[in-house]
């Protein structure tokens, strides 16, 4: 596969923030990154069913929408890209892996997976960014190790994705407590600091306080960000061989047609121009 994916990673990077960007334009796009399951009871949630037929079946597709449809969703866009290869069409491929590995990534984030998303209910406003970005901007390029070793095929996606939205359940309790009691211990004047990111100078948590966040969580995120990059390889390899395994040095449609190219460019003008549509995490 890698005859694909290599030649093509600058472009799966560009886009895998696609599904983010979709936000601002359309207002269907924002419960397919969270599933709020502790909505549905006490872990591990029996109440809710794995199946989307059942699911809607027992509370209703607007219900299930109203509190997030992220393990849902990926069996859909994993059905989807079985399809693409099927079709050898490289530049659905592509596009498809690129959000489809954005909607894993998310699977496996605690507080996507936490009616409390951003601290919210708790005073810890903001800490859905700390978790998710300030700490990896830190640490991930430096000092985190990301060769997981080969993907796997995935016999039942439904189960190992499923998993992976409990696993991330369980410990979203931790990222919220442990950072409150952080909070209470840290002096306050060091709490912040004005750094720059992205050529900005801008007001944010301390590179020490995130240092300290990150030993307190044993090193939670990279083990996370390890495992969604094993289960995204993963499930683009188990789409691959459902489909067949076609040879991928012979693909077509490798051109982008301008259609394609124009619904790119509309996704960066809404989200440069535009408000983000349903709940905000930032």
């Known amino acids: 596969m ?17 599904p983010d960007k979709r936000r601002y334009i359309n207002p269907a796009e924002g ?3 969270y599933l709020d399951i502790d909505h549905y009871g ?13 699911a809607v079946e027992k509370f209703s597709e607007d219900s299930l929408k109203q509190h997030g449809i992220v393990p849902w969703w990926v069996e859909t866009m994993q059905q989807r890209l079985v399809q693409a290869f ?4 490289q530049s659905k491929i592509l596009k498809i892996s690129a959000d489809l590995g ?9 507080l996507h997976a936490s009616s409390n998303h951003n601290g919210q209910l708790t005073n810890q406003h903001g800490i859905h960014g700390f978790w ?24 039942q ?13 369980a410990l979203a309790d931790s990222v919220l407590f442990i950072e409150k009691k952080l909070n209470q211990n840290f002096p306050t004047d060091k709490k912040y600091a ?68 124009m619904e790119f460019e509309k996704l960066n003008q809404g989200w440069k121009n535009g408000a983000m549509k349903g709940r905000n995490e930032d």
Do not use: C
């Open 2 to 18: 890698m005859v694909l994916y290599k030649p093509n990673i600058d472009f799966i990077s560009e886009h895998s923030v696609d």
């Open 31 to 33: 419960p397919r990154h």
């Open 42 to 54: 006490s872990y591990p949630f029996p109440e809710l069913p794995r199946r989307w037929k059942e």
């Open 86 to 89: 099927k079709e050898k069409n």
């Open 102 to 110: 954005h909607y894993i990534a998310d699977a496996h984030v605690p």
């Open 132 to 155: 998710e970005s300030r700490i990896p901007e830190l640490l991930a390029e430096k000092e985190w190790d990301f060769f997981i070793g080969k993907a796997q095929f995935i016999e």
């Open 157 to 169: 996606t439904n189960e190992f994705i499923w998993r992976a939205v409990l696993e991330s359940a």
């Open 194 to 261: 004005f750094e720059e990111r992205n050529g900005a100078i801008t007001k944010q948590y301390s590179s020490q306080y995130a240092l300290a966040y990150d030993q307190k969580l044993n090193h939670m995120i990279e083990r996370r960000m390890r495992q969604s990059i094993f289960a995204v390889a993963s499930f683009w390899f188990t789409a691959w061989v459902n489909a067949g395994q076609p040879d991928l040095k012979y693909l077509t449609n490798k051109n982008f047609s301008k259609e394609e190219l």
